[in-house]
């Protein structure tokens, strides 16, 4: 089966620039998204399509994909950017999900 | 505004079933693919299930193939999932998601989840 892998935890200092990583096989020839998910929280989308942003989502976020990783960078790290992110991508008309990365914002 | 909010989660002993509901307002339901996606207490989220628009499609994760069945009713605005043969892995909290398809397809929004807890 398809799988996603992510680094489980990164920190940043506030202000700085935060990269989580998604890794998959020939990624870069599927469509990626993420999501952000706070503690008790559901999760709330913040990239779609490798690299749009839904609305409402602070222009600090940003995402690429090529080859095999998918990328969400999130830049002038805020406080409130703290939490778990997931990657998310199709295959064979089922849903992957990436293991997950806490971010940690110093 | 879009909202979908889940019932029907709780305690239920292995080897029992519970049905799940989700209903949805705020938008055209019939026009949706809709999925389930489950997280395990301190775990991560997996994909459950999705259902096309008429019912005619329906996709499962490999670990509830045969034991859970996704359902919707158009005319009441309501995603199901009817669980079957209950394990103690499948406890989770349960989310029920919109499918935006694009190119690519994407889940928003999400509802606010229903804990399932499979235990004797």
């Known amino acids: 089966s398809y799988e996603l892998t992510q680094p489980p935890s990164v920190s940043v200092s506030s202000g700085q620039t935060a990269s989580i990583t998604c890794s998959g096989d020939k990624l870069g020839d599927k469509y990626a998204c993420w999501y952000q998910q706070k503690p008790g929280q559901s999760p709330v989308l913040v990239i779609y399509?490798?690299?749009k942003r839904p609305s409402g989502i602070p222009e600090r976020f940003s995402g690429s994909n090529s080859g095999n990783t998918a990328t969400l960078t999130i830049s002038g790290t805020q406080a409130m950017d703290e939490a778990d992110y997931y990657c998310q991508a199709w295959d064979s008309s089922t849903g992957v999900f990436g293991t997950g990365t806490k971010v940690t914002v110093l | 505004e879009v909202q979908l909010v889940e019932s029907g989660g709780g305690l239920v002993q292995p080897g029992g079933s519970l049905r799940l509901s989700c209903a949805a307002s705020?938008?055209?339901?019939?026009?949706?693919?809709m999925s389930w996606v489950r997280q395990a207490p301190g775990k991560g989220l997996e994909w459950v299930a999705n259902i096309n628009q008429d019912g005619s499609e329906k996709y499962y994760v490999d670990s509830v193939k045969g034991r859970f069945t996704i359902s919707r009713d158009n005319a009441k605005n309501s995603l199901y999932l009817q669980m079957n043969s209950l394990r103690a892995e499948d406890t989770a909290v349960y989310y029920c998601?919109?499918?935006?398809?694009?190119?690519?397809?994407?889940?928003?929004?999400w509802g606010q989840g229903t804990l399932v807890t499979v235990s004797s």
């Open positions: 399509q490798d690299s």
């Open positions: 998601a919109r499918e935006i398809l694009g190119s690519g397809r994407w889940f928003d929004p």
């Open positions: 705020g938008f055209t339901f019939s026009g949706y693919w």
